[in-house]
């Protein structure tokens, strides 16, 4: 039975969400599946870990988000699909960088990221089309990225605080963070105390070191606001590719092409980035098996 990991809560007046992770599964199975270096295991642990909790803020079980940044760097794109059940997923175009230590010691997310590019945001809710929110990048960290987000996309006035440690045999030792919301009609004196509460919290990394738990962390950002648990829930990593999926993907680009490309292999091999299963299809199956109607 998996542990809930994920915690969401608001101040006693209702002006405050709090939405907080402890991600450590969730990275090291991102790592073991795409043998990441210390950096990239960093920065796309950080993007997951922000998908994580961005997924719980969905509306629907069926809705699903992507967060897509790509800021010129080594790292390339990045990438983390997340849903309302819980499930996360992630990808690097580059999975190996490596790059000196800034100079406090701390790994340089923003040097294999890049600062410039954008952040794009993509809801699926459901809709004809999707909703698609896009910033520049502000420093490749990730937090701050995400942060700028809510603040030009959506308005609303957010901190996101994320960390992954790695250790130098390249495993992950902890994971995790936070996004603190304002809702409209924060008074000025709540937003001083939300912001010296904040600003007074060590790093995610740290604190999660000192064994605080994501309930210590929504105990600490909305000190004296009287917070109470919302819900809890268990979020994942978990790819939801199939063969079936292949398939259904290879039918939409149409008889004519799928026969164009049975010409040139009649084996089609497809690999899934975020989970590095390969799925074969035999073409002249598939197209013995057309559906008449589909016929085009």
Same mark, same amino acid.
């Given at each position: ?21 402890? %991600? ?12 990441? %270096? ?15 909790? $961005?997924?719980? $803020? ?80 502000? %420093? ?19 901190? +996101? ?12 030792? +902890? ?32 604190? $999660?070191?000192?064994?605080? %738990? ?26 939801? +590719? ?29 690999? +899934? ?24």
């Amino acid at each position: 039975m998996e542990q809930d990991n994920l915690l969401r809560g608001i101040s006693e007046n209702g002006g405050i969400v709090f939405y907080g992770v402890d %991600s450590i599964d969730i990275v090291r199975e991102m790592e073991r599946l795409h043998k990441t %270096s210390a950096v990239i295991t960093a920065a796309l642990g950080r993007l997951v870990t922000a998908g994580a909790m $961005m997924g719980a $803020m969905l509306k629907s079980e069926r809705d699903s988000l992507t967060l897509q940044i790509n800021g010129g760097g080594p790292a390339g794109r990045l990438m983390a699909v997340a849903d309302g059940r819980g499930h996360v997923k992630g990808y690097a175009q580059n999975p190996v960088v490596e790059l000196p230590a800034r100079a406090d010691g701390h790994l340089d997310v923003g040097g294999a990221v890049g600062r410039d590019g954008t952040l794009d945001v993509i809801r699926d809710l459901g809709l004809r089309e999707p909703y698609i929110g896009q910033v520049p990048i502000v %420093s490749g960290e990730i937090a701050e990225d995400v942060t700028q987000y809510f603040a030009i996309s959506e308005q609303t006035p957010t901190v +996101c605080a994320l960390g992954v440690l790695v250790n130098e045999d390249l495993s992950v030792r +902890c994971a995790g963070g936070y996004i603190v919301q304002l809702l409209p009609g924060a008074l000025d004196s709540e937003i001083d105390r939300l912001e010296k509460n904040i600003a007074a919290m060590p790093s995610v990394t740290a604190m $999660m070191q000192q064994g605080k %738990s994501v309930r210590d962390m929504l105990d600490m950002a909305l000190d004296g606001f009287a917070p109470e648990v919302l819900d809890t829930q268990s979020v994942h990593y978990h790819c939801d +590719c199939s063969l079936e999926r292949v398939e259904r993907m290879l039918k939409s680009l149409g008889r004519k092409e799928v026969e164009n490309l049975r010409d040139e292999d009649p084996a089609a091999v497809v690999h +899934c980035q975020f989970c590095d299963q390969v799925y074969r299809v035999d073409l002249n199956e598939l197209l013995e098996n057309w559906p008449q109607d589909e016929e085009k």
